[in-house]
């Protein structure tokens, strides 16, 4: 099943807001650093203890964020994106293609370390979205 859900950038305190959106919401969290991740080795070492990927889970949402800020910079407004979680690959390329359609791809549709398909376009717009796609048996 494909969902839509918010992805969430921080200025440094990515994990005390997921932290306070867990107070809020219960559910799971998970926090994912630079540091042991394989994008550690081409990142600057300050960056290390900073939240690569965040994501909140319970029942009925899921809510992600990160503290990793764009060639652009942080700014109120530039600070979410809807991501789309497709069941398959086909289903990926299929979205990412159509919201590019006049937009800006900002991170090619490409096979990603964490063993699926992932890309980001701002579409025709000013919508920022992330194209994700979980590797299965099916795709």
């Keep these: ?13 990515c994990r005390e807001a997921m932290l306070f959106y867990k107070d809020c919401f219960g559910g799971e969290l998970h926090l994912q650093t630079v540091a042991g991740s394989p994008m550690e080795k081409h990142m600057p070492p300050a960056t290390a203890q900073r939240i690569l990927h965040a994501s909140l889970t319970t029942e009925d949402l899921v809510l992600m964020g990160t503290e990793m800020i764009g060639r652009e910079g942080f700014a109120p407004g530039n600070n979410v994106a809807l991501c789309i979680s497709c069941a398959t ?9 159509r919201l590019a359609a006049g937009g800006r791809i900002t991170c090619e549709l490409a096979d990603s370390f964490w063993g699926g398909m992932f890309g980001a376009v701002t579409d025709r717009f000013g919508i920022q979205w992330m194209v994700n796609a979980e590797r299965k048996d099916n795709n």
């Excluded at 099943?1 to 305190?13: K, P, S, V």
């Excluded at 690959?89 to 293609?97: L, W």
């Design 1 to 13: 099943m494909t969902q839509i859900n918010a992805y969430l950038t921080f200025d440094g305190n």
């Design 89 to 97: 690959d086909t289903d990926a390329r299929t979205y990412f293609s």
